[in-house]
Nanobody
Framework: QVQLVESGGGLVQAGGSLGLSCVAS????????MGWYRQAPGKQRELVAR???????NYADSVKGRFTISSDNAKNTVYLQMNSLKPEDTAVYYC???????????????WGQGTQVTVSS
């Protein structure tokens, strides 16, 4: 019943900005961490940014200084603000959530459907 719904993807010119949002809903759960991954054609899925429930952040070296991850725990929402976009940022971006659920509160990974981000030169 848990699902992650992403929004904000699209087409933007190099140097432009784009903001992504992801909302977790359904069932009863505790958020341990949420983040964003991306996958370009022919490449492995890679971590872009992650934020824990305590606010600790982690970024891929390639996006440091350009992307900012933030969250609103009350709304079960994570955001990714992407600035100074480059063509190499083009990929499908996936929201990820580490959630604890069920009678034993076991941790599991959940994934959004992905949203396309295309940066033109």
């Amino acid at each position: 019943q848990v699902q992650l719904v992403e929004s904000g993807g699209g087409l933007v010119q190099a140097g432009g900005s784009l903001g992504l949002s992801c909302v977790a809903s359904g069932g009863i759960f505790r958020i341990n961490a949420m983040g964003w991954y991306r996958q370009a054609p022919g490449k492995q899925r890679e971590l872009v940014a992650r934020i824990s429930s305590g606010g600790t952040t982690n970024y891929a070296d390639s996006v440091k200084g350009r992307f900012t991850i933030s969250s609103d725990n009350a709304k079960n929402t994570v955001y990714l603000q992407m600035n100074s976009l480059k063509p190499e940022d083009t990929a499908v971006y996936y929201c990820n959530a580490d959630l604890s659920t069920g009678r034993f509160w076991l941790a599991n990974d959940y994934w959004g459907q992905g949203t396309q981000v295309t940066v033109s030169s």
